[in-house]
């Protein structure tokens, strides 16, 4: 199941994990519908029909990476007491600005007094992993938990087949029960966020972990883990990753870097970039260069979507999309540079303050600008002198 990256500016920052108490076999508990937002059915009644119900948030990018694979399953299967129902907890003006954008074949629902989520979670909070789909049968009986793009058209085939007498499909070969991993480094992180006797703490070193993983509380807590070196830099100080000249030999080395400074003022990135560069053995020198440049002008803020979060700042990848909640202008800017092979600057005729919320295209340099065109943006190619940042060992 994917793993999730999502920033709480105010409260917390960690891939979301977590156990589900409901199980294959048991009655599904009730599911609660507080909006009917999209592909409304006019039997609203979900007794006696096979439910494929997926949990899914708007900020969540393998929730959104998932949406095109259930729509070609959703399309093969023709039944009417077959529903496809997607559910979040989150309001109906937030969930319209991403259906806008992304298209659901799916029922879209919202239950923002997640009960649902609460019940088919861990029975306090809400779910603990997401995307997570859970396959009930006209019964009313849990047949299937899993990753929404694991579900394949056998076993939807074999669930509508079935009756309450054949096996359930937990027991088939070809599908396997929910495993939850636990990797340590969210211990950690969470122990990191929560621990307010620690007021300072800056570490980095080789990475010996498998999992790739990144978590942020803005720039006063996040965290690196078995991630490159480029990547880390890059990300930290938004920069795009042409302008910074290494060597080929640390470029791709994991790292983890820890770092928390309720101390500061959330803007000690020179004493970070200091500490990691002095542990690698480098030195950088800034070289200015004259460079063809995207340059973003805002030409329509009515297109511009303000953030209905303020205190909660993600962005996630979404496959060939990213989804950024609750950005800055140039916070946008920053991070595209960061992501792509190409220089992004924003025009110092920008006059619009405040946080926003975007779905950027990123599979080519014309899909992202096409994205910010659709959020009222004119991208024009320049030539602008720039900053390259070159990394040499120290002598």
Request: glycine residues 4%; contains cysteine; aromatic residues 10%.
């Amino acid at each position: 199941m994917k793993k999730i990256t999502f920033i709480l500016l105010t409260i917390i920052h960690s891939t979301v994990f977590g156990q589900t108490i409901i199980k294959v076999g048991q009655k599904a508990p009730q599911i609660t519908v507080t909006d009917w937002i999209l592909n409304i059915p006019k039997d609203k009644n979900l007794a006696n029909k096979f439910v494929v119900l997926e949990f899914w948030a708007t900020w969540c990018g393998p929730c959104v990476a998932a949406v095109p694979h259930m729509n070609e399953l959703q399309a093969k299967f023709k039944n009417p007491n077959l529903y496809f129902i997607s559910i979040t907890d989150e309001s109906k003006e937030k969930v319209e600005r991403t259906l806008k954008r992304i298209d659901f074949k799916s029922i879209v629902v919202s239950d923002v007094e997640q009960k649902t989520q609460i019940q088919y979670g861990d029975g306090k909070t809400g779910i603990g992993e997401i995307p997570l789909t859970v396959l009930i049968d006209d019964k009313g009986y849990v047949s299937w938990i899993g990753d929404p793009q694991r579900l394949t058209e056998s076993t939807l085939n074999d669930f509508i087949m079935s009756d309450k007498n054949n096996k359930l499909l937990i027991n088939s070969t070809t599908i396997e029960p929910l495993k939850v991993e636990i990797v340590s480094e969210k211990d950690d992180f969470m122990e990191l966020i929560t621990n307010k006797e620690i007021l300072y703490k800056l570490e980095f070193k080789k990475s010996k972990s498998k999992y790739p993983h990144i978590s942020k509380g803005g720039l006063k807590l996040f965290s690196y883990t078995a991630t490159n070196f480029i990547d880390i830099y890059a990300d930290l100080f938004g920069q795009a990753k042409n302008n910074i000249l290494m060597p080929d030999s640390i470029k791709n080395e994991k790292f983890d870097l820890t770092y928390k400074n309720m101390k500061g003022n959330g803007q000690d990135l020179l004493e970070i970039e200091s500490h990691i560069l002095k542990t690698v053995g480098l030195k950088k020198t800034k070289l200015s260069q004259n460079l063809p440049v995207h340059e973003v002008l805002i030409l329509d803020n009515k297109l511009l979507e303000k953030t209905l979060d303020e205190d909660f700042s993600a962005k996630s990848d979404a496959k060939d999309k990213l989804i950024f909640t609750s950005y800055t202008l140039n916070d946008l800017i920053k991070e595209l540079n960061a992501y792509s092979t190409e220089r992004f600057s924003i025009s110092t005729n920008n006059k619009v303050e405040g946080k926003f919320d975007f779905i950027i295209e990123v599979k080519s340099t014309d899909k992202i600008i096409k994205s910010l065109e659709s959020y009222g943006f004119k991208v024009h190619n320049i030539e602008k002198e720039i900053e390259v940042w070159q990394l040499a060992n120290e002598k």
